[in-house]
């Protein structure tokens, strides 16, 4: 079974997509804070801080994506692009690490997500577009 690149990067899109409406969720009080960020976060002004910076995170791998995937007509090099999805790839594999030893089963439930999102970005990253 060949594995189409682009529909892969059209279902990271999708996901990433849905964790910026739950971080904005988490920005307008609808989800508490407390279940996030391993239960770490002391009051709003850490929450604002630290949701406005994931959401914008999720914006900019969005963006990252698109290019890989030839959405968008405006892209940075090639290697440029490889190098920050690498770094994606390093960066969920670190927050898998830290999910596992979150303090909520929510964020320990993200390990699935994380785990899964370095192997699909690693995946893209070694295969050419088809």
Same mark, same amino acid.
């Given at each position: 079974?060949?594995?189409?690149?682009?529909?892969?990067?059209?279902?990271?899109?999708? /996901?990433?997509? /849905?964790?910026?409406?739950?971080? $904005?969720?988490?920005?307008?009080?609808?989800?508490?804070?407390?279940?996030?960020?391993?239960?770490?976060?002391?009051?709003?002004? #850490?929450?604002?801080? @630290?949701? !406005? *910076?994931?959401? *914008?995170?999720?914006?900019?791998?969005?963006?990252?994506?698109?290019? &890989?995937?030839?959405? =968008? $007509?405006?892209? @940075?090099?090639?290697?440029?692009?490889? =190098?920050?999805?690498?770094?994606?790839?390093?960066?969920? =594999?670190?927050?898998?690490?830290?999910?596992?030893?979150? &303090? $909520?089963?929510? #964020?320990?439930? @993200? !390990?699935?997500? !994380?785990?899964?999102?370095?192997? *699909?970005?690693?995946?893209?990253?070694?295969?050419?577009? $088809?």
């Amino acid at each position: 079974m060949i594995l189409d690149i682009k529909k892969i990067l059209k279902i990271l899109i999708v /996901i990433y997509s /849905i964790i910026i409406v739950f971080h $904005t969720c988490i920005l307008l009080k609808i989800i508490p804070y407390e279940i996030t960020w391993g239960g770490r976060l002391q009051n709003d002004q #850490e929450m604002y801080i @630290f949701e !406005t *910076a994931s959401i *914008a995170i999720n914006v900019f791998l969005i963006w990252i994506l698109l290019m &890989k995937g030839d959405f =968008v $007509t405006y892209k @940075f090099p090639v290697k440029v692009i490889h =190098v920050i999805l690498w770094i994606f790839v390093m960066v969920f =594999v670190l927050n898998t690490i830290g999910n596992i030893f979150a &303090k $909520t089963i929510l #964020e320990k439930a @993200f !390990t699935l997500l !994380t785990l899964g999102s370095a192997l *699909a970005i690693g995946f893209v990253l070694r295969r050419p577009l $088809t």
